[in-house]
């Protein structure tokens, strides 16, 4: 059994990470979106849909995932999430078509509402009152860095690596 201390910061790391990559992919994707219209033909439409469907389905199921959390762990749903976040960042990468990078995206938002649902929470129910301002500052901090560096990084894995690394960088780091 790990002591409350490595807990704590097990907790927070885990919570650093995951606020960032979950943040990360939802705004890296945007600089790709040229490159995967032209792999896959698709129209601007379709092409919206991409990156609308990861913020409406995060939306949609942010609270819902946060009273399962409720019931049946914060723990086990992080987990779930992180699993499910993980195979739809593999799913995205090796997409054959639009169809299938949607889906997987959808498939990705429900994983990242599991996890950005709860891991404030579990922040809060790791350290004491007194004590959780700063792991949770440090925590919203890593999401707004996702937020504004994923354009960046995504422009740059996109250029030398293709538009398929944004998923497959996501992977090693969860």
Do not use: C, H
Request: aromatic share 14%; no cysteine.
């Amino acid at each position: 059994m790990k002591d409350r201390g490595s807990l704590k910061n097990y907790a927070l790391l885990v919570s650093i990470i995951v606020s960032f990559l979950v943040t990360y992919v939802s705004s890296a994707i945007n600089i790709a979106l040229p490159d995967i219209a032209q792999t896959f033909s698709l129209n601007a439409i379709f092409l919206s849909w991409i990156p609308t469907s990861y913020l409406l389905f995060s939306a949609i199921f942010l609270i819902p995932f946060g009273k399962i959390a409720d019931i049946y762990g914060k723990k086990r749903i992080i987990t779930y999430g992180i699993i499910i976040f993980i195979l739809a960042s593999f799913l995205s990468a090796i997409s054959n078509s639009g169809t299938m990078l949607l889906i997987s995206r959808i498939f990705q938002a429900l994983g990242s509402s599991m996890i950005y649902g709860n891991v404030y929470s579990l922040i809060a129910s790791v350290y004491p009152r007194e004590e959780e301002g700063k792991p949770l500052s440090i925590t919203v901090a890593a999401a707004y860095v996702g937020l504004s560096t994923g354009p960046v990084l995504g422009g740059f894995l996109t250029q030398y690596f293709g538009w398929r690394s944004i998923f497959l960088f996501t992977i090693p780091l969860e």
